[in-house]
């Protein structure tokens, strides 16, 4: 994606929510998990208008851990997900499929920056499918998976605001599916790519309302030889709470990856469901 108004302003918005940092604590652990399982059904019996039996569920986990201790500051966050559709008459369909892991260590300098260095791992989590034409697979566990370094500054000069860019070195992993790795200047197909270039990650976690949060994390990566080239992922859930353990979720998911496809994809997914914070 071309570095535009639109790239601009997809970060500033994402970083404008603001939220207690884990440098103003007293040294320690900083345990934090939750969990949910979205369910969606509808069926049919002598039902003259028609219509199809189908389930649809989701399960959802996001997990951090941050640990302080003097100047240093560590942060690690884990999100699972992973669904599946079933339609009367077909065999059922996976609607979600990702597992995200990222580690952040920062020094406290006193500045209105920090340094940092980051390494994050995308995968999927198990084997997915295109089910527009025929039913073929497209990805599978770390087939592709990413592996990313990044090293830089993050920026605190406001109470919660949290923005970090700095220089990354991104590797993929492939073993079947080589569309992600493949050189195609040259006469082999490649399991494995390096990649070298600038990324920087926004990110919030903000109650708007008592019982309304919002989670959004904004990721750009561009490589060295094609900075007019930007890789995004956009991901925002927000989560209204009905009950102490019903709540609506809302999911939107914005990816911009040319290896992939040249056009911008998005994913929406409405869902009520079972919510329960562990830590």
């Given amino acids: 994606m071309k570095f535009s108004g639109l790239i601009i302003l997809l970060m500033l918005f994402s970083c404008s929510f603001l939220y207690p940092q884990l440098k103003d604590s007293v040294d ?8 949910a399982l979205n369910v969606s059904q509808i069926s ?4 003259s208008q028609g219509g199809e039996n189908s389930l649809t ?3 959802i986990t996001t997990n951090t851990l941050g640990f302080k201790s003097g100047t240093w500051i560590k942060n690690t966050n884990l999100k699972l997900s992973y669904g599946r559709t079933k339609i009367d008459g077909q065999e059922s369909r ?5 597992l995200f892991i990222e580690t952040v260590v920062s020094k406290n300098i006193g ?14 989590i198990a084997t997915g499918y295109n089910y527009k034409d025929s039913i073929t697979k497209i990805v599978g566990f770390f087939d592709p998976g990413y592996v990313t370094q990044s090293l830089g500054f993050t920026y605190g000069g406001l109470s919660g605001f949290k923005f970090r860019t700095g220089v990354a070195v991104q590797e993929i992993f492939t073993n079947r599916f080589r569309v992600y790795t493949d050189d195609k200047t040259t006469p082999e197909t490649e399991a494995f790519k390096y990649e070298t270039g600038l990324e920087s990650v926004a990110e ?9 949060n919002i989670k959004s994390n904004l990721r750009l990566f561009s490589r060295f030889e094609q900075m007019d080239v930007w890789d995004v992922r956009w991901d925002n859930i927000i989560t209204a709470k009905i009950t102490e353990y019903i709540n609506v979720n809302f999911n939107f998911l914005l990816l911009h990856d040319i290896k992939q496809t040249r056009r911008t994809q ?5 869902q009520l469901g079972i919510f329960y914070r562990l830590l």
């Fill in 28 to 35: 320690g652990w900083y345990p934090g998990s939750e969990v």
């Fill in 44 to 47: 049919f019996s002598n039902w």
């Fill in 57 to 59: 569920w989701a399960f």
């Fill in 94 to 98: 996976t609607n979600d499929n990702e």
């Fill in 111 to 124: 500045w209105v920056i920090d340094p940092f260095f980051s390494n994050n791992i995308r995968t999927p």
């Fill in 204 to 212: 919030a976690d903000y109650n708007i309302a008592e019982n309304l």
């Fill in 266 to 270: 998005l994913k929406e997914a409405l």
